[in-house]
């Protein structure tokens, strides 16, 4: 059975950072392009990012381009984003997900077959 379980989400002041982590088991982790999206509350879940199997290839939403990182360690099954100048409409529930496939890169949610439980970012202002 696939496990993803999130960890580092808390609260932190507009402008500063986070690193949230993603610990993946259950399938060969390294086999799995992995993608990172949020929900915020009264909307639609919605991406963030994404990594291919390799962490050669990455890919954001707009909205977090040259601010948010997502990076991976195959070795530890964990998949990473790094958040940094953090602005007051990051505030959400933040998921990773793992694809269907490995070259992955893919911002719809239908896409990904398993998701882990969220990890809570609350921003203050």
């Known amino acids: 059975q696939v496990q993803l379980v999130e960890s580092g989400g808390g609260l932190v002041q507009a402008g500063g950072s986070l690193r949230l982590s993603c610990v993946a088991s259950g399938r060969t982790f390294s086999s799995y392009a992995m993608g990172w999206f949020r929900q915020a509350p009264g909307k639609e879940r919605e991406f963030v990012a994404a990594?291919?199997?390799?962490?050669?290839?990455?890919y954001y939403a707009d909205s977090v381009k040259g601010r948010f990182t997502i990076s991976r360690d195959n070795a530890k099954n964990t998949v990473y984003l790094q958040m940094n100048s953090i602005k007051p409409d990051a505030a959400a529930v933040y998921y990773c997900a793992s694809d269907r496939g490995a070259n992955g890169l893919r911002r719809t949610i239908y896409e990904y077959d398993f998701w882990g439980q969220g990890t809570q970012v609350t921003v203050a202002s």
């Open positions: 990594i291919s199997w390799s962490g050669e290839s990455t």
